[in-house]
């Protein structure tokens, strides 16, 4: 079964609102990433938490972490008509697995 | 510094024949990863090669299969296709299997679509 599994809802914000999606997970962890994918084009690398971080900001994204409840958050903040894309939580198991598992994916759109 | 490269973007083939994916990746990325994605199943992951040796393999049939040259560069095949096997397939090259620390670099895909 995947590991990653956002909450499957569409989101439809105005432009300078927030964005926020969840995402929830099975089984431990070494971190976990979020992705933004562009009308199915390739994913790009957006995040990285770690399983002993609480929460990460890199520009006008802010993801938490919470290992005990398994799930995580990615906030986007002050949304722009180009962050419309899907988002994809993946969740990396570590100890030389080299593999990302996938969650469904959040379809987001910004309204201008 | 050049992406990943992944060829050819669009196919287009025929129930039972077979087809071959190709990936470069990030000159110094000695780790290649493909997945497929689809409307139904999403995201999966299908192998993974380091130094030309696959370390990691996803739960897909024997029918996938892939490769890694000396270069790092990657291919996958698919023989026997079937119509379920339309997808996009996406690779995703790494720093030494690091993407744990720093994630994955991906491709932009190969859609393949078997008619």
């Known amino acids: 079964s995947q590991q990653g599994e956002e909450d499957p809802q569409a989101l439809s914000i105005q432009e300078g609102e927030n964005a926020t999606m969840n995402c929830s997970y099975k089984?431990?962890?070494?971190?976990l990433q979020w992705y933004r994918q562009n009308s199915g084009r390739g994913l790009v690398h957006l995040i990285l938490?770690?399983?002993?971080?609480r929460e990460k900001h890199s520009g006008r994204l802010r993801v938490t972490l919470d290992t005990s409840k398994k799930s995580s958050s990615l906030l986007i903040t002050a949304s722009r008509a180009a962050d419309t894309a899907s988002y994809f939580c993946?969740?990396?198991?570590?100890?030389?697995?080299?593999?990302?598992?996938f969650g469904k994916g959040n379809q987001v759109v910004v309204i201008p | 510094k050049a992406g990943v490269t992944q060829t050819p973007r669009y196919l287009i083939k025929t129930r039972g024949q077979q087809v071959t994916l190709s990936c470069s990746p990030i000159?110094?990325?000695?780790?290649v990863s493909w997945y497929q994605q689809t409307p139904g199943q999403g995201l999966q992951f299908l192998f993974e090669?380091?130094?030309?040796?696959?370390?990691n393999k996803g739960n897909f049939p024997g029918r996938f299969s892939g490769r890694q040259f000396s270069n790092s560069r990657s291919e996958m095949n698919v023989s026997t296709l079937e119509l379920g096997d339309s997808a996009l397939y996406l690779c995703?090259?790494?720093?030494?299997?690091?993407?744990?620390?720093?994630?994955?670099?991906f491709g932009s895909g190969t859609r393949l679509t078997v008619v």
């Open positions: 995703a090259s790494s720093l030494e299997g690091t993407g744990g620390y720093y994630g994955y670099t």
């Open positions: 000159s110094g990325h000695r780790s």
């Open positions: 089984t431990s962890i070494n971190n």
């Open positions: 993946a969740t990396d198991a570590g100890r030389g697995n080299n593999r990302l598992a």
């Open positions: 090669y380091f130094s030309e040796t696959q370390r």
């Open positions: 938490i770690r399983s002993n971080e």
